[in-house]
């Protein structure tokens, strides 16, 4: 017997006896059944095939990394709080692998439980937080989700700073007017999800394809979590961006105009393909985005431009003689 071999096979090309087989040996295992010929009996084998077979075949668990997590966690020593945490887990349809608890030091005891997550039924972020509004609605039902997306999405942090890079260097007027932007739309940002807590809850839990793209996506999931979503950050960093090419004069052929607003289109698309945002997280974006344009461009900036025109020298929001 020393030279068996083995092999991992899908469980579609295996007869039907092998798969009947492996299932009354799990009943056996959990108690859903008492004795061998009831288990054979439940799903429909004889006992024979089930003593012929019970050695040979055997379910393989893909136990991945990624699927297994650890929860560091300081609870009150209160009756019923473990029981609590592990209810939570149990809801969410983790599989609790280890649990190690120290000795309860001044009313309190340090809890490490471990975890298989690929059959959750809730993101890791819901496991740990559910207190949020809910964005998504029955429209992000119908976008399809695909981890291509995630390398415009991505891009957003080099467009911003290759915007800014640019114009501080062209621009000086140009860059003032995208920091207002930036600053006036992000800091309602802030404030509405430090008033309005809010989440979204369309990640997959595990990706269907392994490539590269996933890879890049999971790890952008793990550094931006799926909360404080509402506005998109994304969509008001993509407005700023585009007014500010629209608007700085080394930028006005219509090549640079028209490649920025493709790239933003692609990237605000992003934020609802890789499952980031939910769409009334974008609307409220182009919204906010919106009216921080109107704030900087046409109130602040038309002042600022006739200013301009008049020979004044603008120093931020004051201005001077030119020859003063």
């Known amino acids: 017997m020393s030279n068996q071999k083995y092999y991992i096979v899908s469980a579609e090309a295996l007869p039907e006896v092998f798969i009947k087989v492996a299932e009354a040996r799990r009943m056996l295992q959990v108690g859903e059944a008492a004795t061998v010929g009831e288990a054979a009996r439940m799903v429909g084998i004889s006992r024979s095939a089930f003593y012929k077979y019970k ?20 609870l009150k020593d209160v009756s019923g709080t473990l029981s609590s945490v592990l209810g939570v887990f149990a809801a969410s349809g983790a599989n609790i692998l280890t649990i190690n608890q120290s000795i309860p030091t001044n009313g309190c005891a340090a809890v490490t439980i471990s975890a298989e997550t690929s059959a959750m039924e809730k993101s890791l972020e819901q496991l740990i937080t559910d207190n949020y509004w809910a964005t998504q609605t029955v429209i992000d ?24 890079i640019y114009l501080i260097v062209k621009d000086a007027e140009g860059f003032r007017r995208y ?58 960093g993509v407005v700023a961006g585009v007014a500010a090419a629209w608007h700085t004069p080394g930028l006005r052929k219509w090549g640079w105009r028209a490649g920025s607003m493709v790239l933003g289109v692609v990237i605000i698309a992003s934020t609802l393909l890789v499952k980031q945002h939910a769409f009334i997280d974008m609307v409220a974006g182009l919204l906010v985005g ?3 344009y109107v704030i900087v461009y046409v109130i602040i900036g038309k002042k600022r431009d006739r200013l301009l025109a008049e020979g004044k020298r603008l120093r931020c929001g004051h201005y001077q003689n030119a020859h003063s």
């Open 290 to 292: 919106a009216i921080g």
């Open 55 to 74: 050695d040979a075949v055997q379910p393989f668990n893909d136990m991945k990394s990624e699927h297994i997590i650890t929860f560091y966690t300081l």
């Open 141 to 164: 039902d119908y976008i399809p989700f695909c981890e291509w997306f995630v390398f415009p999405y991505d891009s957003w942090s080099f467009l911003l700073v290759a915007i800014g």
């Open 179 to 236: 920091m207002w932007t930036i600053m006036i739309t992000f800091t309602t940002a802030t404030v509405f999800c430090a008033l309005v807590p809010n989440g979204q809850d369309l990640r997959p839990a595990v990706m269907e394809h392994q490539n590269i793209a996933a890879w890049l996506l999971q790890n952008t999931y793990n550094l931006d979590t799926n909360t404080n979503v509402l506005p998109s950050v994304h969509v008001l």
